[in-house]
């Protein structure tokens, strides 16, 4: 399984970033994708995930409205749309492969749920 993140870059707040992770190695149509972000000093969480089987989405409360999820099968491609960056969101963005569907039976996003990880993609936001 290889996932390749991309799309960070310094923003000022209040801006856009779009960043893409492309999977390959794996059944794309199974499973779930997820988002995650580490900001320096502070523990690795989760951001926001899609089930690639029904298209279900789920986000954390701090990204929700702001944040989309998307994926396009065609491509093998998971995208997040970040809207209304804040220089809390400021972070090393990582996106990960769940292939055993254990975000089914979990409340939240665990990292631990995701045995898979690509390479991290830096979103700076200035205020």
Known sequence: VQLQASGGGLVQAGESVKLSCRASGFIFDDG?????????????????????????????????GRFIISSDSAKNTVYLQMNS???????????????????LYSDGLPPSNYGSWGQGTLVTVSS
């Open 85 to 103: 960056l804040k220089p809390e969101d400021t972070a090393v963005y990582y996106c990960a492969a769940d292939e055993d569907n254990k975000s």
């Open 32 to 64: 779930y994708i997820g988002w995650f972000r580490q900001a320096p000093g502070k523990e690795r969480e989760g951001v926001a995930c899609i089930s690639r089987a029904d298209g279900s989405t789920y986000y954390i409360d701090s990204v929700r």
